[in-house]
């Protein structure tokens, strides 16, 4: 029978078989219903079918953590909940809220307890009023848990069923081949009520992974992510999800079934009567990345991660040349599934997607001008050993001071070029708040918490941030109200869906261009992004301009006929359209 057209139960039967063949997946299947739809609830009668139906081109999402904005009084959701109102209604329609639980380290990303708010930020009538105004987004960290967390506390007590949560190794197994993105020991030792044990640390000693082998670890996420969308949730984004099934001897990365349970979490989703979309945070080279899109049965959506290493280098390099090569050769997005399109993050820029897509001389260069920024390097473990560098460490505003040719005063249109590129691709726009605030790096922030990745995790005043925003000659202002105006723009534009027709088009080195048109056919953008500090001129015909249509650029108005020249000033974006 077709994959689509076999019963819920047959591919949830058949998805547990692979997972767990040595479990009565007959019994396993009902506990997962259980999990997912508890009493007083249940699932729709058929899937939903993958279509473009999910998302438009009004669909745009801020990144944020939940204390991003403070001011001494009042709650930081609160505040966050003001911000979004305030400032950016018709800007985005959704909003990530990076990790909003107690933790312990790692800026939430060590969970001490999935099913509370952390009560510096506020509760969870916090989270609903913002996702009863936005599309919500949370983290489910699926990879592993604090090591002060209630769970780890029992599991080394002996307490079931958590005496089995957690993954256990030994020194003696073949792990040369583990793929790290970081360089402390994978193997920590912990005394527990049943002896020492080696427990596996992808990440960090204060976050143990999960054991997945265990079907009880995967139940308990279920009933996990079932709260959240019971408390508005919409998009689950399955954070280091590349890493949940190790095996000894292997990568233990990106194994078949990792991706099983990715399929398992679609398969629920679709019969979820609530919209869910599931997001997978894998921040590996493409072909791994988009190997996340299954055949249309794993992720809804996967980060686009290439794009910020890429575009920090055609920023840098005054050349779109390695950035055009990797968008012509990108496939579009498969039917019912989305690329998310960013430039920042929380994380650094990562250096991973960049491999084999920037040769390695060009890599070399564009770190070497981001430390003369100010910028920090993270690094990663080698199989086999040595180090490789994982992460540039720079606010995306900062990294845009200078370019390989050296300082100049092009800073801002530096930079809202490179935030104009992700507004214009296929796919989803994601804006981390601090690209939208235009902030600075904060080496204070990293001298105080002794990370590199505090450089990037400011935390404003709000009431100095209002003032900045009001103030029409800082930074803030003048970022906030480009990247604003251009993202409202865009909104109205059919030819921005996120899975409309994209082509690439090579009309110079320092432009990136793209025709979109509408899945209608109707509308036609040609996106140009001068990417470089010179004046680009292309001539009479550059353009598919069809005779007898108004095109005109919906940025600074100017008309447009296929017989005349069009120029770029330096970092100028064009969006030319034949509609108003």
Known sequence: MAQGSASFG??????LTRIYPDVDCEILGSQVVEAFWPDGTHRRKRPRVPGNTLWSERDALMITYGNTLIDGTHKPLDLLHDFLLTHMQGVVDGVHILPF???????????????KVNPELGDWADIRRIGEAFHLMSDMVLNH????????????????PYDR?????????????????????????????NGPKHVWCTFSHDQVDLNFENPDVLLEILRIIRLHIDQGVRIIRLDAVAFIWKRAGTSSIHLPETHAIVQLLRLLADYATETVVVLTETNVP???????????????????????????????????????????AMPPAPLGCAYLNFTASHDGIGMRPAEGVLPQQEIDGMIACVRESGGLVSMRSLPGGGEAPYEVNCTFFDA????????????????????????????????????????????????RRGMNRAIN????DYPELTRRLADPETDQAQVFSALSSRLKIRAE????????????????????ALWRQSLDRAQSIFALHNVSGDSVSLPPGALNLIEGETWHDLLSGDAFRGDLEITLAPYQCRWITNRD
């Not at 493409?286 to 996340?292: A, K």
């Not at 059919?494 to 990136?512: C, K, M, S």
């Open 10 to 15: 047959a591919r949830l039967s058949r998805l």
């Open 101 to 115: 639980f107690p933790y312990t380290s790692d800026d939430g990303f060590a969970v001490t307890d999935y099913r």
């Open 145 to 160: 848990v604090s090591s002060q967390s209630p769970w780890f506390n029992a599991y080394r007590q002996g307490q079931a």
């Open 165 to 193: 949560f957690f993954y256990e190794a030994s020194p003696d197994d073949d792990l040369s081949d583990v793929v790290r993105p970081r360089t402390t020991p994978l193997l920590q030792l912990v005394d527990t009520a």
């Open 286 to 328: 493409r072909t791994e990345n988009l190997s996340y899109f299954g055949n249309r049965n794993e992720a809804h959506v996967v980060y686009n991660f290439p794009l910020p290493p890429l575009i920090l280098h055609a920023m840098l390099a005054g050349s779109a040349r390695f950035l055009l090569k990797w968008a012509r």
């Open 400 to 447: 845009m001071t200078r370019t390989l040719r050296g300082a100049d005063d092009q800073k801002i249109a530096r930079f809202v070029c490179s935030q104009t590129i992700p507004m214009s691709l296929e796919g989803i726009p994601a804006f981390y708040i601090h690209a939208l605030l235009a902030t600075a790096n904060d080496h204070a922030a990293v001298a």
């Open 457 to 460: 995790r400011h935390r404003w």
């Open 493 to 512: 534009q059919a030819a921005f869906h996120p899975n409309a027709t994209q082509f690439t088009l090579h009309l110079d080195d320092r432009v990136f």
